[in-house]
């Protein structure tokens, strides 16, 4: 059966309407029509190839959230009607170590939710920026905030997952100091969740428009980082810094935050590389660079669960299927406060 997404044919090519097929439901799948779908800044780098190895035509987008439409025979979680999302992967090998400690984003043989491996026409994944999707019950969500939240619900299955992930792996909570740097879609996420995990959590942006903001969103303190003196006023004195900023910059400037034994870990994903940072800012405090990808599928279950028990949500700006040109656009110029989520009823005009 054929439905409306919205893609691109090529790497210089606008997104416009495509009409794509999805599987039939088959004994382990669940058949989602999708109510919206978060635009994160990858969609932007694998839809313009900035990371090499894009399958055309691309669908993008991982953020979806809708309602079960149907489900296969050997389905036993979900039912029709149900409130369910899909993040960034829609399979896995299920043998690996990683598969077997919950860590499928780790996994080898993970399928992405676009761009990834299937048998599926045309042979590759295409993701959310669709009317529907059909996915193994392994890796579908359930989603227990209020129906009326789930527009803001959707930017969690990859923003909330990919800060959360990190600052659970690093044990941010009460008595840590935590930076995160970049107010993007993911920034913003994570200034949500370190705080509501109980830590003090300083922000760090280019952007003097959002000081205020992001004092709203839950950060303790708010540093400009072109500013000299208010970094220099947090030297040595960060447990833990979450970087999410999209495009190569300075690492050492964060790097010498840290206190001793501290981590930084780098989420945001250039397309082109950072400047090698100082070893010395390194050993000096035995400090540590490391990366996070995402999350498994039980952490995920995990952050819903627990944003659905503290009623946290992404702030978003809803737009139409057809805006997502300009709405790249303006992301690029970080000009969204702070995530855009296509409202997918809009595909079927
Ligand atoms: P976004 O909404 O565009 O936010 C990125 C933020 O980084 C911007 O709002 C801006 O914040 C800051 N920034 C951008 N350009 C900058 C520059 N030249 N110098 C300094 N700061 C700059 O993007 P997003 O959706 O949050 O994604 C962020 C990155 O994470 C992307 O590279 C994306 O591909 C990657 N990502 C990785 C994973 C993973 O699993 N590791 C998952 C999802 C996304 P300020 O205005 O506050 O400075
Ligand atoms: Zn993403
Ligand atoms: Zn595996």
């Known amino acids: 059966m054929s439905i409306r997404a919205y893609g691109a044919h090529a790497s210089d090519q606008p997104l416009v309407a495509l009409d794509i ?15 919206y779908c978060g635009v994160c800044h990858s969609d932007l780098h694998q839809v313009r190839a900035e990371w090499g190895g894009t399958l055309f035509p691309c669908v993008p987008g991982h ?22 999302g899909v993040g960034c992967i829609v399979d896995s090998c299920r043998q690996c170590a990683e598969c077997a400690d919950g860590l499928e984003n780790y996994c080898d043989g ?25 996915v193994d019950q392994r890796y579908v969500l359930r989603i227990r905030h209020p129906e009326a939240d789930l527009a803001a619900v959707a930017p969690l299955l990859c923003a909330g997952i990919t800060t959360w992930s990190p600052l659970r792996h690093w044990q941010v909570g009460p008595g840590r100091k935590v930076g995160v740097v970049g107010i993007g879609g993911l920034g913003h996420m994570g200034i949500k969740l370190a705080h ?8 760090f942006t ?5 000081r205020e903001e992001a004092r709203k969103l839950g950060a303790d303190e708010v540093v400009v980082s072109r500013n000299e003196e208010e970094m220099a006023a947090q030297r040595n004195s ?8 999209a495009a190569p910059h300075d690492l050492d400037a964060y790097l010498s935050l840290l206190r001793r034994d501290g981590t930084m870990a780098l989420v945001g994903a250039p397309a082109t590389p950072h400047p090698s940072p100082q070893v010395f800012n390194l050993i000096m405090k035995r400090r540590r660079l490391a990366g ?7 952490e995920t279950q995990e952050m819903l669960d627990f944003c659905a028990e503290h009623g946290i949500t992404a702030d978003i700006e ?12 303006r992301m690029l110029s970080g000009d969204v406060r702070y995530r855009f989520v296509i409202d997918n009823a809009s595909l079927a005009d």
């Open 292 to 298: 996070s990808l995402i999350g498994g599928i039980r």
């Open 238 to 245: 960060l447990d833990f810094i979450l970087n999410t900023v």
């Open 110 to 134: 993970m399928v992405g939710t676009y761009n990834g491996g299937t048998s599926d026409a045309p042979g590759h994944t295409l993701g959310g920026y669709a009317q529907a999707i059909v």
């Open 196 to 203: 509501a995990l109980g830590a003090h959590v300083v922000a």
């Open 63 to 84: 953020e979806i959230v809708g309602k079960v439409a149907q489900v296969g025979s050997a389905v036993t979680g979900f039912k029709p009607g149900d409130l369910v």
């Open 21 to 35: 097929t999805r599987r039939a439901t088959g004994p382990d799948d669940v058949r989602i029509d999708i109510a």
């Open 206 to 210: 280019t952007s003097e428009g959002k």
């Open 318 to 329: 809803m737009i139409r299927a057809e805006q997502i040109n300009d709405a790249y656009e």
